[in-house]
């Protein structure tokens, strides 16, 4: 059998995600529009109304972005067996840059909100990199940014999103049933028995999967997880063999980055601006936010990536100068997805923080992407 090379999957994931992103970023600012229109009741109303019990937004969040989770699970594993991540020597760089990349962060929010334990539950908010949002900004630049830096920010991005799932499962569960927790470990051990037997239907996978996220949505810890928990079972070989992994992959990648994300942050990313005052910018939920984004993203990944490659732990991306570095450092500091999604949970039970939630991460990645943009396109003429 051919070796598997994983250049073109990357590609084709850069592919996916640029676009999904430009795709999502038009749907955020649909929401904006119509928050801040004459529709605005029609579009709360929409949002909130319950059909069957359950509201969309619930749908969304708690449903179908399990989907989005299982995808994520899918790219995790795919990049640690056989991509940009199957080796320590590739994963040291992305590896430290994303832990400094949610340290920093994370410290600028706890400090500006230590005097409230209620807004300090958010500190994880702008910890998180949207992966989608900040490829689609980079890809806007074209050849002008060198592959090395997308497939960095994609590796970044991506152990970025395992750290935010293990914060999700550690800090944003609570009323643990102990029952559904059994329930929810012996359905992913079918799913593990089903890996060790290498079966390659994807049939029973999906449907010991359903009820895996019937009993972890019971269980008290986020739904969203048993996604990843499911990833982590389905078996994976190379690109050419069709394994099941890559198959599930390429069903669903298209659905979710154009179908659900785009949905998520419709019903997620429209609040009323009209009438916002001083008070509200400086609310510390929104200016924690927004500066751990802009600020703490890149200070933490761009000293880290720095101090690795001064004390001879990793390299730059080939072919990649400073200034684009960092360029990509700032870009880093777009959470849109992640950030929005994590700020639900914190704020589960104090909804009147979700405004200044949203309004923090809009704020905070919007700067991002704007000044990374700048300064890529800067540093790409320099390098000319």
């Known amino acids: 059998m051919a070796r598997f090379n994983p250049r073109p999957a990357i590609a084709r994931f850069l592919a996916n995600e640029a676009a999904g992103g430009l795709v999502l970023t038009a749907a955020a600012a649909v929401a904006l529009i119509v928050a801040n229109s004459p529709l605005s009741s029609a579009y709360h109303a929409l949002v909130e109304a319950p059909v069957l019990g359950v509201t969309p937004l619930e749908?969304?969040?708690?449903?179908?972005?399990?989907?989005?989770?299982?995808?994520?699970?899918?790219?995790?594993?795919?990049?640690?067996?056989?991509?940009?991540?199957?080796?320590?020597?590739?994963r040291m760089l992305p590896g430290l840059a994303a832990a400094g990349g949610m340290l920093v962060p994370a410290l600028i929010y706890a400090a500006i909100n230590l005097s409230s334990p209620a807004t300090l539950r958010g500190w994880a908010i702008p910890s998180a990199t949207d992966i989608a949002f900040s490829l689609a900004v980079m890809t806007l630049l074209g050849s002008r940014v060198p592959t090395s830096l997308k497939v960095f920010l994609a590796a970044l991005a991506i152990i970025d999103d395992l750290g935010a799932i293990i914060i999700i499962a550690l800090f944003y569960s609570s009323g643990i049933d102990p029952l559904m927790l059994l329930f929810a470990l012996a359905a992913f051990l079918v799913l593990v028995v089903f890996n060790l037997l290498d079966l390659?239907?994807?049939?029973?996978?999906?449907?010991?999967?359903?009820?895996?996220?019937?009993?972890?949505?019971?269980?008290?810890?986020?739904?969203?997880?048993?996604?990843?928990?499911?990833?982590?079972?389905?078996?994976?070989?190379?690109?050419?063999?069709?394994?099941?992994?890559?198959?599930?992959?390429?069903?669903i990648h298209r659905w979710v980055a154009f179908g659900i994300l785009p949905l998520f942050g419709f019903l997620n990313a429209g609040v009323q601006l009209t009438g916002l005052g001083t008070a509200a910018l400086v609310d510390p939920v929104t200016l924690g936010i927004a500066l751990g984004l802009f600020i703490g993203k890149q200070v933490g990944v761009f000293s880290t990536?720095?101090?690795?490659?001064?004390?001879?732990?990793?390299?730059?991306?080939?072919?990649?100068?400073?200034?684009?570095?960092?360029?990509?450092?700032?870009?880093?500091?777009?959470?849109?997805?992640?950030?929005?999604?994590?700020?639900l949970l914190a704020f589960a039970n104090d909804p009147e923080h979700h405004d200044a939630t949203k309004i923090g991460v809009l704020i905070g990645s919007l700067t991002s992407a704007v000044v990374g943009f700048l300064v890529l396109r800067l540093a790409s003429r320099r390098s000319a």
Not at 62 to 89: C, H, N, P, T, Y
Not at 217 to 246: C, W, Y
């Open 305 to 343: 990536v720095a101090l690795a490659v001064r004390a001879g732990l990793a390299r730059y991306p080939t072919g990649a100068t400073l200034t684009q570095v960092y360029g990509t450092a700032i870009l880093c500091g777009i959470g849109f997805t992640m950030s929005l999604f994590i700020g």
């Open 200 to 251: 390659r239907n994807l049939v029973p996978y999906l449907l010991v999967g359903a009820l895996l996220w019937y009993f972890v949505l019971r269980s008290g810890i986020h739904a969203t997880i048993a996604g990843v928990l499911l990833a982590m079972t389905i078996p994976i070989g190379s690109e050419a063999d069709r394994s099941p992994l890559v198959r599930l992959r390429d069903i």
């Open 59 to 90: 749908v969304v969040n708690d449903g179908l972005m399990a989907l989005f989770f299982l995808l994520v699970g899918m790219e995790i594993k795919r990049e640690l067996v056989s991509g940009e991540l199957s080796s320590w020597q590739q």
